[in-house]
């Protein structure tokens, strides 16, 4: 198990598909609910954690292929401060899997640093048992100085809770003389809230099917192209990602359309036709196994 995978073997038809991609536009931030890992254990009739750990493995996929397409900074919804709700055993056990994860990623200091990726963890750590937040401390500070890609975890994370931090910080340094209240605007609260200076989300991908934001990041991704997958986190692949960013270029290219032009936007029939295609051999390629 590590966080840095250098051992995919991406096949000439992925590479083909990827490459097509990158000489469009590539979303900068991506962010993930990474839903399903649950309902994956129940389909495969094993322990919840065991669901959650076969998330992890799909996460650190998923971050080399975002590197591999030149995706710059991912957000992760890794647990809500809802979930503090659920079965107490359960959230232990995801306690103690963060745990894991996070020791390993620390172990991995130099991979990091190599790779030049800065990890950070959002959220209102407080909620957390302290020898989590000190583990959180020692692996922000160790790639601190990483500048290449971003990786952020909400983690005690809703973005609700996020703005209600936000405006009470604002007051605290106007109660503090740092600022005025008339420099209280939507770009001071973006400056305090835990994701920056992460830039907006451009594209922010749910998987299980639920149409949904819930809770997360609700600011960053007021302006962001939404994509719903049907799959199961721990069963999301290269191709899913491949018609996310598809998704992504395709809407984006029609609200330039929109913005450019003073007449109604209307999709050209050889766009649908190319949006077909694509779909119909990306799904052919997911359903034939070679992902």
């Given at each position: 198990m590590t966080?840095?995978r250098?051992?995919?073997?991406f096949?000439?038809l992925?590479?083909?598909?990827?490459?097509?991609?990158?000489s469009g536009?590539?979303?900068e931030?991506?962010?993930?609910?990474?839903?399903?890992?649950?309902?994956?254990?129940?389909?495969h009739?094993?322990?919840?954690?065991?669901?959650?750990s076969?998330?992890?493995?799909?996460?650190?996929?998923?971050?080399?292929?975002?590197?591999?397409?030149g995706i710059?900074?991912v957000?992760?919804?890794?647990?809500?401060?809802?979930?503090?709700?659920?079965?107490?055993?359960?959230?232990?056990g995801?306690?103690e899997?963060?745990?894991?994860?996070?020791?390993?990623?620390?172990?991995e200091?130099?991979k990091l640093?190599?790779?030049?990726?800065?990890v950070?963890?959002?959220?209102?750590?407080?909620?957390?048992?302290?020898d989590?937040?000190?583990?959180?401390?020692?692996?922000?500070?160790?790639?601190?100085?990483?500048?290449?890609?971003?990786?952020?975890?909400?983690?005690?994370?809703?973005?609700?809770?996020?703005?209600?931090?936000?405006?009470?910080?604002?007051?605290?340094?106007?109660?503090?003389?740092?600022?005025?209240?008339?420099?209280?605007?939507?770009?001071?609260?973006?400056?305090?809230?835990?994701?920056?200076?992460?830039?907006?989300?451009?594209?922010l991908?749910?998987?299980?099917?639920?149409?949904?934001?819930?809770?997360?990041?609700?600011?960053?991704?007021?302006?962001?192209?939404?994509?719903?997958?049907?799959?199961?986190?721990?069963?999301?692949n290269?191709?899913?990602?491949?018609?996310?960013?598809?998704?992504?270029?395709r809407?984006?290219?029609?609200?330039?359309?929109?913005?450019?032009?003073?007449?109604?936007?209307?999709?050209?029939?050889?766009?649908?036709?190319?949006?077909?295609r694509?779909?119909?051999?990306?799904?052919?390629?997911?359903?034939?196994?070679e992902?």
């Amino acid at each position: 198990m590590t966080w840095i995978r250098e051992e995919y073997k991406f096949s000439l038809l992925e590479r083909l598909f990827a490459n097509i991609l990158r000489s469009g536009r590539i979303p900068e931030h991506v962010a993930f609910i990474m839903d399903g890992n649950r309902r994956f254990a129940r389909q495969h009739n094993i322990e919840k954690i065991k669901g959650h750990s076969q998330g992890f493995e799909r996460l650190a996929d998923t971050l080399q292929w975002c590197r591999y397409l030149g995706i710059t900074t991912v957000t992760v919804y890794a647990f809500s401060i809802e979930n503090f709700k659920r079965d107490q055993a359960e959230v232990q056990g995801l306690f103690e899997l963060f745990r894991e994860k996070i020791r390993l990623l620390i172990g991995e200091a130099d991979k990091l640093r190599q790779h030049k990726v800065r990890v950070r963890i959002i959220g209102n750590l407080s909620y957390l048992p302290q020898d989590i937040q000190d583990l959180i401390r020692e692996a922000e500070e160790i790639t601190r100085d990483n500048e290449g890609s971003t990786l952020n975890v909400g983690f005690s994370y809703t973005s609700r809770e996020e703005i209600t931090h936000a405006v009470r910080s604002a007051v605290s340094k106007v109660q503090s003389g740092e600022i005025k209240t008339e420099d209280i605007d939507s770009h001071q609260l973006e400056k305090l809230l835990y994701s920056a200076p992460s830039r907006p989300v451009d594209l922010l991908v749910r998987t299980s099917g639920e149409c949904r934001l819930s809770d997360f990041m609700l600011w960053q991704a007021s302006s962001a192209i939404t994509y719903f997958s049907e799959v199961l986190w721990p069963e999301f692949n290269f191709w899913q990602l491949l018609m996310a960013v598809f998704y992504y270029q395709r809407n984006m290219y029609l609200m330039d359309r929109l913005t450019s032009s003073t007449k109604p936007c209307s999709t050209s029939a050889s766009l649908l036709d190319a949006e077909k295609r694509f779909l119909e051999v990306v799904e052919e390629m997911d359903g034939s196994g070679e992902s």
